[in-house]
């Protein structure tokens, strides 16, 4: 019997999951990938608990439903609130073979062996410095590390609106910054925990001391899951590998592409979908 080969799925609640996207063709250009943005309903940061285990167990389903094997979180909200009951719950259930993983494990795993200094700080979005998820996890692999987060409850909107480089723009990344080093100023290492902080990384390295080494989990998750593929290798044999792109999103499309190129620099375009 020929071994029916689909595509790895990504989902976020929006446009910042592209930014995982990029990174995982970049480190795995042979491999099929469909992306599922749920802009409709976006942003899941001001979710309940409930109802963000509601929405991403939706896009789960609805992409096990187009045939991927494995599914990628690449949505710090869903990773922090909706990975373990969907791992625990719906995947032993309905679907044992199949395979869902998130973006903090991923992303703090080894941040532990970068850090001279032993402090790591945390820039997030209000509902992941709300959720701890960081610290949690990063204590695990590393327990005598100190974690520091900064919440910047302004940078997604930045991002999203295209106005980051604007002199408001500068004064919001600056602010988040600086606040964070007034808190602890030893930090010498930097999480961008959100997919869509990459879109700042240059902007946030000026305002940075040199010394300060910046991770964002787009390359930190894409070298994580070549790893997964090489341990576990029935999975990565149910993977399809025509270097094929495909994208979602609950928009209409032509306002999801409005965006597409600020995060994916492509000649892609989206499809309307509803997964509910």
Known sequence: MKLMKSPIGIFDSGYGGLTILKSIQNLLPNYDCLYLGDNARAPYGTRSFEVINRYTTEAVNYLFEKNCPIVI???????????RNIQINLLPNKFPQKKVLGVIRPTTEDIGSFTKS??????????????NSYPMEIANFSPKVNVVQQSCPMWVPLVENNTFMEEGGQYYIKKYIDELLEKEPRIDTLILACTHYPILKESIIKYLPSSVMVFDQGDLVAKKLTNYFKRHPIVNDHLSKDGKIEILTTEKSEKFDQHLDLFYDSNYTSKTVQIN
């Open 73 to 83: 979180l690449a949505c710090n909200t869903s990773s922090a609130k909706a990975l």
């Open 118 to 131: 032993g402090y790591v700080g945390v820039m997030a979005t209000p509902g992941t410095v709300v959720s």
